[in-house]
């Protein structure tokens, strides 16, 4: 069954907005920990808009569970999880305009950065996953670099309608599961999954982690972090029933 990653970056958006100290993402991680994540997951991004490099730190000690950054193929933040030595890196695009990750990393226009990104974190010895669209070019370059794990991006399965064009959408996952398991690779999965939409994606056959942010946050607003995440916790364990 599918382990749930619990990404905290929305909780230092809220912080970030008023430059001040509250509400602390490392509280967060405990929180979603105490709640049932089997991961903490946050993105380091170029232009720290949400995630800063003490949160990473502080991550790296009081975390104790898996601990999954994301980051871009750059130098700077390369360096930091070379350093801190997160259990597993994501790498994934990244674009200073927009709101939130858009799509999969394309790793057959980039495969040169990409590979030397894989590989120095791999050296480091940290597991290394690839942030993808469910393509199965992508996933065929992914497996050529020696990735550990492919995360597929759902995005447009989340934001396709109820019916054909969803149904459509998880086929292309499964597919795409399928190949990444065939290739020796751990299947990993998220972006846009809610409490309504996150039951399909979590019985794909070897689904071995989702990473889901915003619905969590959102939901712990109103019920607080431990229950938004036992509650999903729940769903993904039901998948399979």
């Known amino acids: 069954m599918a382990e749930l990653g619990v ?21 967060a991680a405990a929180l979603a920990e105490l709640g049932g994540a089997s991961c903490i997951t946050l993105h380091l991004r170029e232009d720290r808009r949400h995630i800063q490099d003490r949160d990473v730190a502080v991550m790296r000690e009081t975390t104790t569970v898996k601990l999954n950054l994301e980051l871009a193929c750059v130098d700077d933040v390369l360096q930091i999880a070379c350093d801190q ?8 695009p990244e674009r200073r305009e927009e709101v ?3 799509g999969g990393l394309d790793v057959v226009n980039h495969r040169t950065t990409v590979a030397e990104a894989v590989q120095r974190l791999q050296n480091a010895g940290i597991v290394t996953s690839l942030f993808l669209d469910p393509s199965p070019e992508q996933i065929d370059v992914a497996a050529q670099l020696n990735a550990d794990a492919v995360e597929l991006h759902t995005g447009r399965y989340a934001l396709a309608h109820d019916g054909q064009d969803r149904t459509d959408e ?10 990444i398991r065939q290739a020796g690779m751990v299947l990993h999965a998220g972006h846009g999954l809610t409490y309504r939409n996150v039951r399909p994606v979590a019985a794909i056959p070897e689904m071995g982690e989702l990473n889901i942010g915003h619905s969590i946050v959102a939901r712990a607003v109103m019920v607080g972090m431990q229950a938004a995440v036992r509650e999903m916790n729940d769903l993904i364990q039901s998948a399979w029933s």
């Open 7 to 27: 990404n905290i970056d929305h909780v230092a958006t809220v912080r970030q907005a008023r430059k001040t100290n509250e509400p602390d993402p490392v509280w």
């Open 170 to 179: 998880l086929v292309k996952l499964v597919e795409a599961g399928r190949q």
């Open 100 to 102: 939130t990750t858009e």
């Open 85 to 92: 030595k997160p259990d597993q890196a994501t790498l994934v």
